[in-house]
């Protein structure tokens, strides 16, 4: 398998504008959770997915966040309006129920947005 | 709220020294504690899991280990090598399947 994959590896926008990140997570994962990676605050969960289910989005800053999984092998984040402070890595990981007991999670090579 | 934070942030050592990094978590109840390694511009990769009713884990020259009263752990790396240059960073499993993250130790090794 070639791991979760995210698009688009780099994003630069300006503000104001509609952002969408992609994830495509392991074939067979039922999992699908959302990261985000600053230097101030570090690695925080944003919004996790079970069988395509929203299951915790305590983690989403705020309205202008959102998250869709049409299907088990496609999950977008979006942003709109993109604001600079939204500028971070974003990442991606999944996870899969058999190896549940233990949680391993796997991550994809992230998005950096970097918001003008 | 779980709460991980890493010491040291930062550390540099020369070639082949053995070295202990370290991870505190306020929350005991834990279902796991996580090793990751992040390189630069890339994504994490586990290292090793310790369940919580385990004392440790081995992976080759990795050694893990957890203190579930004292809220410890430490990630043990023996021998170390210029290719173990990177971020570690440790992550609480709590059992809602989310992680919570520490900061991060960056590992210099000098050659």
């Known amino acids: 398998d070639a791991g979760v994959i995210q698009s688009p590896r780099h994003e630069v926008t300006e503000m104001g504008q509609e952002v969408t990140l992609r994830c495509k997570p392991i074939?067979?994962?039922?999992?699908l959770f959302w990261y985000r990676q600053t230097m101030m605050r570090g690695l925080e969960l944003l919004i996790y997915f079970n069988n395509n289910v929203p299951i915790d989005d305590s983690g989403m800053p705020e309205d202008r966040f959102s998250a869709k999984m049409p299907n088990a092998s496609f999950s977008t984040l979006k942003i709109q309006p993109s604001e600079p402070r939204d500028s971070a890595v974003y990442f991606c990981?999944?996870?899969?129920?058999?190896?549940?007991?233990?949680?391993?999670?796997?991550f994809g090579a992230g998005t950096r947005l970097s918001v003008l | 709220k779980q709460e991980v934070t890493q010491i040291p942030a930062a550390l540099s050592v020369p070639e082949g020294e053995n070295l202990v990094l370290n991870c505190s978590f306020t929350?005991?109840?834990?279902?796991?504690l996580q090793w990751f390694r992040q390189d630069p511009g890339k994504g994490l990769t586990s290292l090793l899991l310790?369940?919580?009713?385990?004392r440790e884990q081995t992976s080759g020259r990795l050694n893990a280990s957890l203190d579930k009263s004292s809220g410890r752990s430490t990630l043990y790396i023996a021998a170390s090598q210029p290719g173990d240059s990177a971020t570690y960073l440790c992550?609480?499993?709590?059992?809602?399947?989310?992680?919570?993250f520490g900061s991060g130790t960056r590992l210099q090794v000098q050659p």
């Open positions: 074939s067979g994962h039922d999992y």
């Open positions: 310790i369940q919580s009713s385990q």
């Open positions: 929350d005991s109840a834990i279902y796991n």
């Open positions: 990981a999944s996870s899969e129920t058999s190896r549940l007991a233990k949680n391993i999670q796997y």
């Open positions: 992550a609480a499993d709590t059992g809602r399947r989310a992680l919570t």
